[in-house]
């Protein structure tokens, strides 16, 4: 079992930046697919962002060049920097691990979930 805490959420105006942290327990996360994922009001959850093996990442074309994200597999941990924040950006992000081969952008395909942490972009 594989629990997931997310925490960096926050209140930020836009232009902004937030930092959200996943830090993980139970498992390895070394050789997972860790996605970041949001989901807005009235909205189905979209990937926000992967990082898998080797390090290779992923992002939606909507936070490519403002968003970054990395892991620090000595500490467990997955990061998204994000910079340049939008009020469209408004949206809780959840962090989630796939354990196996493939990468996939479906949510149904990831094991693990955190709860999710609220970021809101204020114009």
């Known amino acids: 079992q594989v629990q997931l805490v997310e925490s960096g959420g926050g209140l930020v105006q836009a232009g902004g930046s937030l930092r959200l942290s996943c830090a993980a327990s139970?498992?390895?996360?070394?050789?997972?697919?860790m996605g970041w994922f949001r989901q807005a009001p009235g909205k189905e959850r979209e990937l926000v962002s992967t990082i898998r093996l080797h390090s290779i990442t992923y992002y939606a074309d909507s936070v490519k060049g403002r968003f970054t994200i990395s892991r620090d597999n000595a500490k467990n941990t997955v990061y998204l920097q994000m910079n340049s924040l939008k009020p469209e950006d408004t949206a809780v992000y959840y962090c989630a691990a796939r354990y196996g081969s493939t990468w996939s952008r479906d949510p149904v395909s990831y094991d693990y979930w955190g709860q999710g942490t609220q970021v809101t972009v204020s114009s």
């Open positions: 139970g498992r390895t996360i070394s050789s997972a697919v």
